[in-house]
């Protein structure tokens, strides 16, 4: 398991099927991105953080800073 900085830091995704996995906070977050990428014949789907991301469209501070 990652930790949530690490996850925050936007280098680390988390298959959906791990997405259990993710801490609770991260469903409270605006930055909680998903991105499917197809796999042998099979889509697979992928969560990551933007927190980190230059262009993204918000300044909101994420719930796991504002803890």
Avoid: H, N
């Amino acid at each position: 398991m990652i930790s949530v900085d690490e996850f925050r830091s936007g280098q680390y995704s988390v298959p959906m099927i791990d997405a259990d996995t993710l801490p609770e906070v991260c469903w409270r977050c605006v930055y909680l991105q998903y991105k499917g990428f197809s796999v042998t014949f099979s889509e697979s789907l992928y969560y990551f953080c933007a927190y980190f991301w230059p262009d993204k469209l918000t300044t909101t501070v994420p719930p796991c800073m504002a803890e």
